[in-house]
Structures are given as C-alpha cells and as structure tokens.
C-alpha cells in the first residue's frame, strides 16, 4: 500500500469519481418533508487553498459563519448502534453533518459507511487507527493518514450511488506537526479542528453533557462543534440538542469541499 502524497489525491480523485454528478453537490438534495423541523440552513463550499486550517481551538482562524451558525461534526465512527442512533436524531431534523471517521472503523462496518453518505452527511478523515500522530515519524504519520483515506475509499468503491469522502482531515487528539500540517496543505486536504467541544469522552449523564455544551454556545454563539458518535451519552444528547438550537434560533451549516461543485458543473 503506498503512503506517499499520491497516494493521498489519488484516493481522493477516485472518491470523487464514484459519484455522479446529481449527488455531488449535497445543497441540491430533497427538502425537508418535516416543515417543523430544525433543518439544514445553508451549506457552506470549504475551499483547502483558502481554508488550509480552521477551529479556533488549535488554529487563528475558522470557517466565515454568521452569528448562530453551528457546524456539527463527529469524531471516531462509524459504530454499529451508537452511530445510528446519531443519524436518527439527525435525520429527525433534517440536519446534516459532517463525520470524521476512523479508517480501520470504516473498514470494519462499510455498510455504515454506506449509510452515512447515503443520508447527505459529508465524510472527512481521522487516520487508520487514531493514534498520537505527533508521537511518529513523519513517514509512519503520513502512511497512518493515507491508510485510513484508502479505507474510506475501499468503504464506499463501487456505490456509484453515494456521495464521496472529501478533502477533509481531522488530527485525533488535534495533535499535529508543523511538518504534517505543510504536507496535508500542498495536498489540497483542509485541517479541521473545532470551535468548541461538549467534552464528551468525559464520563457524564447525557443531560450534563446537554447543559455544558449550551453553555458553550452560549458563549461562542457560532462556530465548529466537536462530537463523538461512539459515544452513547452523546447520541442520547442529541435529539434534545437539535431541539434547542431551534428553540434558541440557532441554523445548521453542512460544510462539502468546494471541488464537489467544481467537479459537478464539469461533468454535466
């Protein structure tokens, strides 16, 4: 298996060729059939050469969202149980969301790998195994991002009916490198880190979880929220979550790279 920068676009341009062209674009998907439903506001095209980094936890700048605005996104999936509990709730509301996804996870269940495009949530990375990134080398760092790209890839191969993965990458722990984080930016892959979190891997009951991440937002306001959809609290959270947003005038914000569109319009 190459590990090389090549390896990295080469995965991604197959992702991307899987799809067709009516299913690239997320922003064209049916409408909500719930009109009373939290529902997805806008989406937002993330261009990596304009946002090579983003989430004021670990970088100076994040995504240009409007006051109220949240970008929801989850780290570790995909898991049987728990992670679907997690797209019922979203799919409750309309909502769409982006999952970070831990390669040897994806290849061990491609089915909720399936699910999880086949819904219009946006797919990113998450390395092969989640391990301290800083911890390796560069070649041993790069060959776990590139495993767990390939394994995202070998998920979805052959479901011309799916959404691809896209450029998309999160550091588990947000441990980067100076080093890592230049090499996923001259690959056209856009670092996310996140605004704030509801600290979930805390153990803590499902309605504390709710009350420390309200309170969190309460005093951002806006930005890049932080999930995990292994975690059981969390899925329990979240339908009581999505109801507050909504009572609180709160818009939901799918983020896609900006190339889908790009790939769209060239392939119509």
């Not at 949240?70 to 995909?78: N, Q």
């Not at 056209?188 to 996140?194: C, D, E, M, T, W």
């Not at 979930?200 to 929220?225: C, Q, S, Y």
Request: glycine share 6%; net charge neutral; aromatic share 8%.
């Amino acid at each position: 298996m190459s590990s090389g920068p090549r390896s990295i676009l080469s995965a991604i341009a197959t992702l991307v060729a899987l799809a067709p062209a009516a299913l690239i674009a997320p922003a064209q998907a049916a409408e909500c059939q719930r009109k009373d439903a939290l529902g997805t506001a806008r989406v937002l095209e993330v261009d990596p050469a304009t946002y090579p980094r983003v989430g004021l936890k670990s970088f100076p700048q994040t995504l240009p969202l409007r006051d109220r605005e949240v970008v929801l996104t989850f780290d570790d999936g995909p898991t049987p149980v728990v992670t679907d509990k997690v797209l019922t709730a979203l799919a409750a509301e309309c909502v769409r969301a982006t999952f970070f996804m831990v390669g040897r996870n994806a290849a061990d269940h491609p089915d909720m790998v399936r699910k999880v495009v086949r819904l219009g949530h946006t797919i990113g990375y998450h390395t092969w195994d989640h391990p301290h990134l800083n911890k390796l080398s560069a070649e041993q760092a790069e060959a776990n991002i590139n495993r767990g790209i390939e394994a995202v890839g070998m998920a979805l191969r052959g479901t011309a009916s799916t959404i691809p993965a896209t450029p998309f990458f999160r550091f588990p722990y947000f441990e980067s490198t100076p080093e890592l984080l230049n090499h996923l930016e001259k690959r056209g892959i856009a670092v996310f880190g996140a605004d704030f979190w509801a600290s979930d891997w805390v153990r803590m009951t499902p309605e504390e979880e709710l009350k420390l991440l309200t309170g969190r937002l309460e005093a951002a306001r806006k930005g890049i929220i932080l999930l995990h959809d292994p975690q059981m609290r969390t899925a329990e959270m979240l339908p009581a979550f999505l109801r507050y947003l909504q009572e609180h005038n709160y818009h939901v914000v799918h983020i896609v790279p900006a190339a889908m569109k790009t790939v769209s319009d060239r392939t119509r």
